[in-house]
C-alpha cells in the first residue's frame, strides 16, 4: 500500500517550452502533497506544499509563476515548469500524506528526471 | 536552522561487510529522525525512524540509535548483501509537514 507514482519519468525539452509532470497517489487519498528538487549530489529540497483544493505554498526563493502547482483532486497533483531554461534541468520528486494533522509520514515517487536543452 | 550532515562520498564494500553511515543533525528542540532509502528507479521508502533521545530504530537489519548528546543517527548493518545496494538518506522532521534531507550516500555492495 501507499504507493505514489510519477509521470513521466524522465522528459527533455527545448528551452523556452513549458513542461508538466503528474504524480498520484495510487491506493491512498492524498490531502497534502509535497514537491521536492534534487540536484546532483545534493539533498533534496522542498518547493511546496499542496493541499486538495486550495492554493500551494512555496518555499522561500522558490518562484510560483515558474513553477505552478495545482491539486485538484485528492490522488493527483500536477507541476508545471513554464518556460523552462537549462537552469531548470533537475530531478523533481513528489511525496504525498494521508490525513490531517502533522504527521511526519510521507511516501515518495520515484522522481522526473527534466533535462531542459 | 534545521539540517542533516551526511558523510560525502560513496561506499562501496563487499558482501558480508560491516556498513556505518554517519548522520549529524541541527535543529530546534528534538525532532523525529529517519533513514530512507532509494532502490534504481524506485521512490524513497522510509527504512527506520527514531521519535526521541536514545530510541533505536531498526528494520531489515539496518540499526540507527537517536544519540542526542552527538546529535547523531549513525546508520548501521552488520553484515550488508548486494540487495542492500542503494541510495541511502538521513532526514529529520521539524513539524508543519517539513522534512529536511542529507545529501545520500551511495552504497555499493560487491559479491
Known amino acids: 500500500g501507499a504507493v505514489v507514482s510519477q509521470h513521466p519519468s524522465w522528459v527533455i525539452c527545448k528551452s523556452g517550452t513549458s513542461v508538466k509532470i503528474e504524480c498520484r497517489s495510487l491506493d491512498f487519498q492524498a490531502t497534502t502533497m509535497f514537491w521536492y528538487r534534487q540536484f546532483p549530489k545534493q539533498s533534496l529540497m522542498l518547493m511546496a506544499t499542496?493541499?486538495?483544493?486550495?492554493?500551494?505554498?512555496?518555499e522561500q526563493g522558490v518562484e510560483k509563476d515558474k513553477f505552478l502547482i495545482n491539486h485538484a483532486s485528492l490522488t493527483l497533483s500536477t507541476l508545471t515548469v513554464t518556460s523552462a531554461h537549462p537552469e531548470d534541468s533537475s530531478f523533481y520528486i513528489c511525496?504525498?500524506?494521508?490525513?490531517?494533522?502533522?504527521?511526519?509520514?510521507?511516501?515518495f515517487g520515484p522522481g522526473t528526471r527534466l533535462t531542459v536543452l | 536552522g534545521n539540517s542533516v550532515t551526511q558523510m560525502e562520498g560513496p561506499v562501496t564494500l563487499s558482501e558480508e561487510a560491516f556498513l556505518t553511515i554517519n548522520c549529524t543533525y541541527t535543529a530546534t528542540g528534538y525532532p523525529s529522525l529517519f533513514w530512507y532509502v532509494q532502490y534504481p528507479g524506485e521512490g524513497l521508502q522510509l527504512l527506520l525512524k527514531?521519535?526521541?533521545?536514545?530510541d533505536k530504530g531498526s528494520n531489515k537489519g539496518f540499526e540507527a540509535t537517536y544519540r542526542k548528546e552527538t546529535t547523531s543517527f549513525h546508520l548501521e548493518k552488520g553484515s550488508v548483501q548486494v540487495s542492500d545496494s542503494a541510495v541511502y538518506f538521513c532526514?529529520?522532521?521539524?513539524?508543519?509537514?517539513?522534512?529536511?534531507f542529507g545529501k545520500g550516500n551511495q552504497v555499493v555492495v560487491i559479491p
Open positions: 532526514a529529520l522532521y521539524y513539524g508543519n509537514n517539513r522534512l529536511a
Open positions: 511525496s504525498a500524506r494521508a490525513g490531517k494533522g502533522d504527521t511526519d509520514t510521507q511516501y
Open positions: 527514531a521519535t526521541k533521545a536514545d
Open positions: 499542496s493541499n486538495e483544493g486550495s492554493k500551494a505554498t512555496y
